[in-house]
């Protein structure tokens, strides 16, 4: 009863981010009522596997209590100060500095924000500053890739390069432009690594010569692209981009949103990658989905330009909840875990996801198995040696996200046909092997 018209209430009043306004309401929407560790309830009383970590997020698992007590103690003792005029809080000051020691080289200086996308966000902001500040103004282009997300803010949401945030407005603007995706098993010019990393390179050349050097601001990438459908690039490919960008003076950022905190193995991918990018966003991991928070990581030079370009001005950007000391003292908790052996759980249990998952190649309707750490992907065909996509009928995210959930199992569906998976760290071995047996059990009855 009580979900029947938790049901109705939905479908009355709230709004979901990405849903369709219509869809949800022939089915109703789920109701999630209490989780633990990788294990989610719903108000049918049904017990799921959740092998998204909420929405790549829950990096810690659910119903950590220490993260809980660290939130309640900053509540009780100062839930809110403003980081404007030169005021803070202890927590978001220790955060900054625990953070700029683990992030790669010089980036050591970070502004907080409430989520993924308007970090994303303040990074086109202050880029505009950085290169006003340095006298070249007319650096205001900027370049992302195809398959690519970085997130749904104005402004970001063309950076992202997915149709269905653009449809129907403005977005991407004249000044955002995209090369293409490495996407190894789509790629048109074949599946050697090498090959591919060539033809992006010359592709992002060919992009800045049309564009002219001196007009391109910066150019982002995520290390892996997730919502793309979890895309791997190939050994080196992050690092050669990174170096074209060096080449003509271009700022690289980053976009660690899904791959920072452990989510391939080290904190942020890039350390893995072995390279320093001029700035990086993270969100998610950060707090583990315990508070909303994300963070613009700026590297000497950045922020040393837009400090000098402006003076004893202030730099106006910021937000009220701007290093949200609640937030903040969460995300000190959630590092203290994945410091106390999450990290290293969850390397291991990576690695047991990819082999159970290369063990579904077998699978008439598998094309293709990728991933790195606890962040993989399974694409959908109904011809392996053509890779012909599965039919629109069965594609739709909702058709596969729902035969999932029938058995169990939450993972993320993308449009092409792929399963995606970004189980909680501490997901134990037996929960690793259910979440591939039960895909395998939903490939079954896929078709
Ligand atoms: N950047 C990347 C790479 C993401 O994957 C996401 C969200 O999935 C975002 C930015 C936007 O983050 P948020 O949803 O917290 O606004």
Redesign the pocket.
Known sequence: MLTNSLIELDRQHLVHPVSSFRGHEARGVRVLKSAKGAIVRDSEGRELIDGFAG???VNTGYGQDSIVEAAARQMRELPYATGYFDIGAEAPIRLASELADRAPGDLNHIYFT???????DSTIRYIRYYWHAKGQPNRDQFISIEQ??????TM?AGLTALPAFHDGFGAPYAWQHKISSHYVYRNPVGTDPQAIIEASVAELRAKIAELGEDRVAAFYA?PI???GGVLVPPTGWVKAMRDVCAEYGILFVA?????GFGRTGPIFACLEEDIVPDLM?V??GLTAGYA?M?AVFMSDSVYETIAQGAGPKAVGHGFTYSAHPVSAAVALEVLRLYEGGLFERGIEAGKRLMAGLEGLRDHPLVGDVRGRGMLAAVELVVDKEKKTPLPAEVQPATRLLDRAWEHGLIVRSFPQGVFGYAPPLCCTDDEIDQIVERTRRVLDVTL
């Open positions: 929405l790549w997020c409430l989520g993924g996308s308007d970090a994303v690519g997300y970085h997130g749904s803010s970001g995520e692209q997730g919502s976009d660690e949103v899904i791959t966003t969100a998610k909303p994300g």
